[in-house]
């Protein structure tokens, strides 16, 4: 008995020490998540076999060294409930599983992601999580899941605060760190309520692989999605991210320009960066964008303050977005079909903002330095002004560093 008791003793002590290591609820997205998603290049058309392959294809492309760590499986994963109620997944498609597909993910130095949605059924009609969200979550404990997308279809008017709370107190209680990606299409207003609730909440309906574009049957392009994000940048900090949508870069309906303004948006908006292209297959170009290490630099700066617009100039969007280390993001975006002239004094302009510390944080006539995250523009100083025309859509993204040297 006394070897019992010992064994015992010691048995909890190593629990709690582990769980004193963990991170809590609140310190799971201290910077933007960054990963991989299935929907938008896979749809429904997920298995075992490709969820490997992409997890194999992120290390070696090196997107993991570059940052990004979710491999999430989104709809049509699970078909059925047990007996007792535990959600099975579609064993035609993940035969071993996905504790075993979870143990490979993690092998890779990788974190494991799946959906599910707060209605009785998901977007694509298999078994939601309501009424089952405590017995789920134990189950995504029991698999190693790192993250839940967590949908809004068949809901079934539930009030959408109630319900996204009730999955976060079952991931809070299920004894495993789980990232809450709140999936509910900005209807309801997330970002006055998720803090807390969730670590990343949608603002808009689907992205499409479009740069400026809306659909009558939902769905909205870059630059929609964009102007949302303007409006709720307040919102964004460390550990509560307006989730801007997961990337469309690499599927193909846009030119390399666009997709350049698209990760840059991204980027200045503190959005999470959740690629949505076959990481098997992406040219150079796409990785380029993707891995670029300034634009992720900017993405995942410890402030977490998100961009703002700061004027617009001639069809110019300039949006600005502090850093926390004194250094200022500018991005200079063309929202025209057609090129467009921009002449910029930086000696022109103090930028100022009302969450800052004293509002201001970049004065006119302070030299600094100016990066081009993208590389096209030689770096240069704030002395001189930007004079030059931007090809439809083109951003120039600049990262402008601050000037320690004394002048001369």
């Known amino acids: 008995m006394r070897h019992t008791f010992t064994s015992s003793m010691l048995f909890l002590f190593?629990?709690?020490?582990?769980?004193?290591?963990s991170p809590t609820f609140d310190q799971l997205a201290p910077t933007p998540p960054m990963g991989w998603n299935s929907w938008n290049k896979f749809g429904c058309k997920v298995s075992e076999t490709l969820i490997k392959e992409m997890a194999d294809a992120m290390v070696a492309t090196g997107m993991k060294e570059a940052g990004y760590e979710y491999i999430v499986i989104d709809d049509c994963w699970q078909v059925s409930r047990d007996s007792v109620g535990n959600i099975v997944p579609d064993s035609a498609h993940f035969p071993n599983g996905m504790k075993a597909l979870a143990d490979y993910i993690h092998s890779k130095g990788l974190k494991f992601g799946v959906y599910s949605c707060a209605g009785s059924r998901t977007c694509q009609?298999?078994?939601?999580?309501?009424?089952?969200?405590?017995?789920?979550?134990?189950?995504?404990?029991?698999w190693g899941v790192d993250y839940l997308k967590y949908d809004w279809c068949s809901n079934e008017g539930q009030n959408a605060r109630a319900a996204y709370q009730t999955m976060s107190d079952a991931l809070k209680a299920c004894g495993r760190p789980i990232v809450l990606s709140i999936c509910e299409w900005g209807e309801n207003e997330p970002w006055k309520w998720g803090k807390g609730i969730g670590?990343?909440?949608?603002?808009?309906?689907d992205?499409?692989?479009c740069f400026d574009c809306t659909f009558n049957w939902g769905g909205v392009g870059v630059l929609q999605i964009l102007d949302k994000a303007v409006e709720v940048a307040d919102a964004a900090g460390p550990g509560h991210w307006n989730d801007l949508e997961m990337l469309e870069i690499g599927n193909g309906n846009q030119t390399e320009t666009e997709y350049r303004s698209h990760m840059a948006i991204w980027c200045m908006m503190a959005a999470p960066l959740m690629a949505g292209n076959d990481l098997?297959?992406?040219s150079t170009a796409d990785r380029d964008i993707l891995c670029n290490p300034e634009a992720l630099a900017i993405n995942q700066d410890s402030l977490g303050h998100s961009g703002f617009k700061y004027m617009t100039l001639n069809n110019v969007d300039i949006l600005v977005r502090a850093l926390s280390n004194g250094d200022v993001a500018f991005l200079f975006l063309n929202r025209a079909n057609e090129p467009t002239a921009l002449d910029y004094d930086w000696n022109a302009n103090t930028v100022y903002h009302h969450t800052l510390e004293k509002g201001r944080f970049y004065v006119a006539k302070e030299p600094r330095i100016l990066v081009d995250v993208w590389g096209k523009q030689k770096n240069g100083t704030t002395k001189k002004p930007i004079k030059t025309v931007l090809e439809p859509h083109e951003g120039l993204f600049f990262r402008v560093k601050k000037n320690d040297k004394p002048a001369l």
């Open 125 to 142: 009609g298999r078994p939601g999580s309501r009424g089952y969200q405590f017995q789920d979550a134990r189950q995504y404990a029991e």
């Open 14 to 21: 190593v629990c709690c020490l582990v769980n004193a290591q």
């Open 199 to 205: 670590h990343l909440w949608r603002i808009t309906p």
């Open 280 to 282: 098997r297959t992406m």
């Open 207 to 209: 992205i499409r692989d």
